[in-house]
């Protein structure tokens, strides 16, 4: 037996497993927390925050606004612009999406949230394929429908993911 393993050979194999377990940490302590001022807004669920010093590209976690060349687009990024552009956010960072950019909450010093503000005033969609235990996002969501707030006036509803896969 390695001299490694000496020590344990009289525990058993799930007493073993309970202690790496419990050593492993869990995802949510993979969330971290940081300050930066935000430079650029690209669209209305994607900016660029000062990150030491230097620009990091942040997609906003749990939800999809329209893209630019989509109805509403354009609103939908006028709307983030009006609450973030120029000031200092604070970032709740839930790791990389596909294309390799920050998800993260996104919250001003006074406590609002802009990611469930966008919900909430109709300029997005609650992302369900990455958020679908997110009941708040749902809640925003169904209640912007019902008052027809922001995009929900019109008449045509097609949410991003189903237009990018259109323009492809």
């Not at 927390?33 to 900016?47: A, I, K, Q, W």
Request: proline content about 7%; charged content about 25%; aromatic content about 8%.
């Amino acid at each position: 037996m390695p001299f490694i393993l000496r020590p344990f050979r009289r525990f058993p194999v799930w007493s073993l497993c309970v202690l790496l377990a419990v050593l492993t940490p869990s995802p949510a302590a993979a969330v971290s927390e940081y300050h930066g001022l935000v430079v650029r807004v690209l669209d209305g669920d994607t900016l660029e925050v000062l990150h030491k010093q230097h620009p990091e590209r942040i997609r906003l976690n749990g939800i999809d606004c329209p893209e630019k060349g989509q109805p509403y687009g354009h609103q939908a990024k006028q709307a983030t612009s009006a609450m973030v552009f120029g000031r200092e956010v604070i970032l709740q960072t839930h790791g990389r999406d596909k294309s390799g950019h920050t998800l993260a909450d996104v919250l001003l010093p006074d406590g609002t949230h802009v990611n469930h503000t966008l919900v909430k005033n109709g300029w997005c969609w609650w992302y369900r394929k990455y958020a679908p235990r997110n009941t708040e996002l749902a809640r925003l969501e169904q209640n912007a429908r019902e008052t027809k707030k922001g995009l929900w006036v019109g008449q045509t509803h097609i949410p991003p993911w189903q237009w990018r896969k259109r323009t492809r």
